[in-house]
């Protein structure tokens, strides 16, 4: 993401293995690492004064997740995106990772590698904002 331009500053990354934590600290010192779980995103954002985001990258193996886990990250996720912005989510496989009826959101995938093994997919969603009567 620093090398696509995303500025530094902008970047919070968040981490529940310390030993990674760590060398992520060491690796990239001028990024925000967090170490926490991705199911407490708001509580680990709200000491830092963020309250809202412009988008969330996730790499985590939501297919292998349980339900409730999965549903919790994506929730929290939500819940500290601006309306309309993205929750951008890399994944192995071919169909979706998140529930999308279940848990109201569009998605769409914007990238495949077929001939990966197992497929890779980088998938976008979308919270639909409310819309005045």
Do not use: C
């Not at 529930?99 to 914007?110: D, Q, S, T, Y």
């Amino acid at each position: 993401m620093l090398e696509a331009g995303v500025a530094p500053s902008r970047l919070f990354v968040v981490e529940r293995d310390e030993a990674l934590h760590n060398l992520l600290v060491k690796r990239f010192p001028q990024v925000r690492i967090l170490l926490g779980d991705a199911a407490e995103l708001t509580t680990l954002l709200r000491p830092l004064g963020i309250s809202r985001a412009s988008a969330i990258v996730s790499g985590l193996p939501l297919l292998a997740m349980r339900d409730s886990v999965r549903d919790r990250i994506v929730e929290e996720s939500f819940a500290v995106l601006a309306p309309g912005a993205p929750f951008i989510q890399f994944t192995y496989g071919l169909a979706s990772p998140i529930p999308r009826r279940k848990l109201g959101v569009r998605g769409e995938v914007k990238s495949r590698v077929l001939n990966n093994l197992p497929p890779a997919s980088v998938w976008l969603y979308h919270r639909p904002t409310a819309t005045a009567a």
